[in-house]
Nanobody
Framework: QVQLVESGGGLVQAGGSLRLSCAAS????????MGWYRQAPGKQRELVAT???????VYADSVKGRFTISRDSAKGTVLPQMNSLKPEDTAVYYC????????WGRGTLVTVSS
């Protein structure tokens, strides 16, 4: 059974930073497009960023210039660094591994206070 284990959420003031982490099993990590999505209260889940095994990255327009994503193949983790956080970044953040299907983590809550 594929498991994605997320960590790093919490409460931060506007302008602050948080770093999330998602760990996946070696096989799934090596073949997956890894990504982070978020869902704010009352809104649909939306893309934050994705990174392919080759390192190609896509960012949502709303986070460009503020968030960066990287993957550590040795550890099987994907690491989004979130800087200059805004109250509108408040959401549950979900890790995703996309192969022939989608695997999801349970989510980690990020709250940005104004």
């Amino acid at each position: 059974q594929v498991q994605l284990v997320e960590s790093g959420g919490g409460l931060v003031q506007a302008g602050g930073s948080l770093r999330l982490s998602c760990a996946a099993s070696d096989f799934i990590f090596s073949i997956s497009v890894m990504g982070w999505y978020r869902q704010a209260p009352g809104k649909q889940r939306e893309l934050v960023a994705t990174i392919t095994p080759a390192g190609t990255i896509v960012y949502a327009d709303s986070v460009k210039g503020r968030f960066t994503i990287s993957r550590d193949s040795a550890k099987g983790t994907v690491l989004p660094q979130m800087n200059s956080l805004k109250p509108e970044d408040t959401a549950v953040y979900y890790c995703n591994a996309h192969t022939w299907t989608d695997y999801w983590g349970r989510g980690t809550l990020v709250t940005v206070s104004s």
